[in-house]
């Protein structure tokens, strides 16, 4: 979704409430309209993100997601079968290990993997919740290659 024709109108509309302004507030207001632009972009790209997941919950068999492709934000429909969207999993806060605090996230599984998710969490004796928290703290400690770079004083070389 090309999100120029929107910034040219709010431009716009910043051109005529500064009509009757002198030359240096003009000025000073289309500096200021494009030093904004990226803040607006990204309000725009959350804006069509929010939009995506309250389309996404109400869909039911469908997923709307939003890409970056360039600097323009892209809507993308996936459908899925029901059955496999169902299962959710609310999982609290990783960082920073010590806060108390917690937040909810509802993750869709396939149900085999959800299935197979339960089993392991049983045999560690834990809550599917604790489970998933703990794989994902271990997931983040692990250090992998496609994670390394080498510096120098020139140039970051590596792979991702």
Same mark, same amino acid.
């Given at each position: 979704?090309?999100?120029? =024709?929107?910034?040219?109108?709010?431009?716009?509309?910043? &051109?005529?409430?500064?009509?009757?302004?002198? &030359?240096?507030?003009?000025?000073?207001?289309?500096?200021?309209?494009?030093?904004?632009? #990226?803040?607006?972009?990204?309000?725009?790209?959350?804006?069509?993100?929010?939009?995506?997941?309250?389309?996404?919950?109400?869909? *039911?068999?469908?997923? %709307?997601? %939003?890409?970056?492709?360039?600097? &323009? #934000? %892209?809507?993308?429909?996936?459908?899925?079968?029901?059955?496999?969207?169902?299962?959710?999993?609310?999982? #609290?806060?990783?960082? #920073?290990?010590?806060?108390?605090?917690?937040?909810?996230?509802?993750?869709?599984? =396939?149900?085999?993997?959800?299935?197979?998710?339960?089993?392991?969490?049983?045999?560690? &004796?834990?809550?599917?919740?604790?489970?998933?928290?703990?794989?994902?703290?271990?997931?983040?400690?692990?250090?992998? =290659?496609?994670?390394?770079?080498?510096?120098?004083?020139?140039?970051?070389? *590596?792979?991702?």
């Amino acid at each position: 979704m090309e999100l120029e =024709p929107y910034l040219s109108a709010v431009s716009a509309d910043l &051109d005529r409430a500064t009509s009757l302004a002198d &030359d240096a507030t003009k000025q000073t207001v289309g500096r200021l309209a494009s030093s904004l632009e #990226p803040a607006l972009r990204l309000a725009m790209t959350q804006l069509l993100s929010d939009a995506a997941a309250h389309l996404s919950r109400d869909l *039911g068999d469908a997923v %709307v997601t %939003v890409r970056i492709e360039g600097r &323009d #934000p %892209v809507l993308q429909v996936q459908h899925h079968e029901a059955a496999a969207l169902e299962p959710t999993v609310v999982l #609290p806060v990783l960082e #920073p290990e010590d806060d108390d605090g917690t937040a909810r996230v509802t993750v869709r599984l =396939p149900e085999n993997l959800k299935r197979r998710a339960e089993d392991l969490a049983q045999r560690a &004796d834990q809550s599917l919740n604790s489970w998933i928290v703990q794989a994902i703290r271990r997931a983040g400690q692990v250090s992998t =290659p496609s994670a390394s770079t080498h510096r120098s004083s020139r140039r970051i070389t *590596g792979w991702a």
